[in-house]
């Protein structure tokens, strides 16, 4: 590291410089400034005076990021604080030197998945204040990514790791690089007032612009979130358990989710007590749903794309009080996530999926489908619960029937519930072919690829 300009002011009481750039240790606090002060405004690298704030403040002390424009240009580790207090008064700009970040981006454990800046400790607390943000110049990367899925390295924003008792409070996170959030091996999270916004100003799409995954992670609590992106709003993935979100809005993108889980073998995931409450989803693909992968583990890829065959299961879910807006397949369940065109697949998956609530929905599909729920033959799913679910899709508020189909009524369709005719209040009336992916992208037709006889049992 090279060596940066410190200014120890112990004894400092009145004024701080304004003009230079530089950590201000002021006993236990430390104030950060960015080079571009000192070198007319050029976009001087400050990652070196940041790493060397939170060394000198990390334990016990504050780091804080005065009200200028700062440069990440390269990755930070700055975990193993303690008791720490970061405050956000500036904006945080992250270069583009594409070649810098696919070379450099810090690996997190899961799907080949990295990150630019790996952030946590015990007590940690790191509160946006003002107009403070976080800008990840996402725009360089929507473009040249060319809106291709998970391009191996593309980084992660921000990546809270092994943090007990982590508070986040007022974050903005504009033209986030890949996921802008991701919170993993913690306990104890709480995330507040939380606001992402990944829009492309181009042709390419905003692929992967997760607001936040979870994993790993247990008492992950979330409240007050705003996320426009154009992948899932907030995910959980593998081993998160106690997740509690209430009051998002999600615009574009894929909605609240459980998963994708179940893609490893040797690393079984386990997703119980999750609660997602009072939940606005917009214009999105998904709103409401489970993904797991399928049991056979399929394909080999560098970009995290492939696998299957993980064992666990996700139990105790709900999502109550969601106003769903022109959303693609607001409800689902599926077990094959990315190997629906093998339908065989489908049948495999070792997730067992179990005490599943959707609760006081309304609003209307962008399709005539409200629901696609596709347990997995090897694990039907048991106490699978509908409770005041009312959706019907854009066209029928219209009064206009399905375009292009002979079906009259919005789809709830069903595979595998073993409730389902007991106690589920779901409105089941087709049967729940497997080859839906992630989503839908027209209206249902009667006739599909699933087979005949499983039709005529529902229509
Ligand atoms: C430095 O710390 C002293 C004592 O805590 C405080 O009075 C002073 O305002 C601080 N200076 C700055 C720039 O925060
Ligand atoms: C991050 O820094 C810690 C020391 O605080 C070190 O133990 C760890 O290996 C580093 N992680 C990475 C991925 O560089
Ligand atoms: C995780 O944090 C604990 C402190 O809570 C620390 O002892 C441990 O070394 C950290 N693990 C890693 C891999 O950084
Ligand atoms: C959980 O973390 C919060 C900080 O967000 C802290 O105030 C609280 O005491 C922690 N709870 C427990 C049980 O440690
Ligand atoms: C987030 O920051 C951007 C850039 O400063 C700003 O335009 C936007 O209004 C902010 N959004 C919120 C909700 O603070
Ligand atoms: C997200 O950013 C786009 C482009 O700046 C803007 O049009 C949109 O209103 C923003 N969304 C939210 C929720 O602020
Ligand atoms: C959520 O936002 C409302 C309105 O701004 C605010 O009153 C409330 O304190 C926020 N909740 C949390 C947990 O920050
Ligand atoms: C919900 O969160 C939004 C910010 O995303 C906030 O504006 C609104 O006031 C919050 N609502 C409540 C009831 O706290
Ligand atoms: C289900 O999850 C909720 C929310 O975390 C929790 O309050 C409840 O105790 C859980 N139920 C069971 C049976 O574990
Ligand atoms: C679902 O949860 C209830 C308690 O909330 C429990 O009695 C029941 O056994 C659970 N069902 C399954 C399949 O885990
Ligand atoms: C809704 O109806 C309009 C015609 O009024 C049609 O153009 C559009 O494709 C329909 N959308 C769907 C999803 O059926
Ligand atoms: C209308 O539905 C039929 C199948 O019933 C399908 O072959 C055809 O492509 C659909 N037309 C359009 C324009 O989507």
Not at 4 to 12: A, V, W
Not at 123 to 144: A, M
Not at 193 to 203: L, R
Not at 324 to 338: A, F
């Amino acid at each position: 590291m090279r060596f940066k300009q410190i200014l120890s002011i112990l004894s400092l009481s009145v004024c701080v410089p304004s003009v230079v750039g530089y950590v201000v240790n002021n006993g236990t606090s430390c104030y950060l400034y960015p080079e571009s002060l000192t070198h007319f405004g050029q976009p001087v690298d400050d990652t070196p005076s940041i790493l060397q704030a939170f060394e000198l403040c990390g334990i016990n002390g504050s780091v804080i990021f005065t009200e200028n424009t700062f440069h990440i240009n390269q990755i930070m580790n700055t975990t193993n604080l303690q008791n720490c207090d970061v405050t956000l008064a500036g904006e945080l700009q992250f270069s583009t030197n594409v070649p810098y970040w696919l070379s450099h981006s810090i690996n997190v454990g899961l799907q080949n998945q990295s990150t630019a800046w790996l952030i946590g400790g015990t007590n940690l607390s790191f509160r946006g204040v003002g107009s403070g943000w976080i800008n990840g110049n996402g725009q360089t990367w929507y473009t040249e990514n060319k809106s291709n899925a998970n391009q191996p390295r593309r980084p992660i924003t921000m990546t809270f790791y092994n943090s007990t008792n982590l508070f986040v409070d007022n974050l903005n996170i504009t033209q986030p690089q890949f996921w802008a959030i991701f919170v993993s091996f913690t306990k104890n999270a709480t995330l507040n007032n939380i606001y992402v916004n990944a829009t492309s100003n181009d042709q390419w799409s905003t692929t992967n612009t997760d607001g936040a995954d979870t994993w790993n992670s247990h008492g992950v609590f979330m409240t007050n979130w705003t996320v426009q992106n154009g992948d899932d709003c907030i995910a959980a993935k593998g081993n998160t358990s106690e997740l509690y979100v209430k009051n998002a809005t999600c615009i574009g993108g894929n909605g609240m989710t459980i998963g994708s889980v179940g893609q490893y073998p040797l690393m079984p995931d386990y997703n119980e007590n999750t609660v997602f409450e009072d939940v606005r989803v917009i214009d999105s693909g998904d709103g409401a749903y489970i993904k797991t992968w399928q049991g056979i583990a399929v394909g080999e890829s560098s970009n995290g794309d492939a696998g299957g065959g993980g064992p666990g299961y996700v139990r105790n879910v709900t999502f109550k009080n969601f106003q769903i807006e022109n959303v693609g397949l607001p409800i689902q369940i599926s077990q094959c996530i990315y190997s629906e065109a093998n339908a065989s697949n489908c049948e495999t998956s070792k997730m067992a999926v179990s005490n599943i609530t959707w609760e006081n929905f309304s609003g209307t599909s962008r399709y005539n489908i409200a629901a696609s729920l596709h347990c997995a033959g090897s694990h039907p799913c048991p106490d699978i619960f509908f409770r005041n679910v009312n959706i019907s899709s854009v066209n029928e508020t219209k009064g206009e029937p399905a375009w292009n189909t002979t079906l009259q009524k919005e789809i709830y369709q069903c595979a595998n519930i073993l409730n389902e005719n007991s106690t589920s209040g779901i409105p089941c009336n087709r049967w729940a072919p497997s080859n839906f992916g992630q989503g839908v992208s027209g209206n249902i037709q009667e006739s599909g690829s699933q087979s005949p006889s499983r039709v005529r049992k529902y229509l």
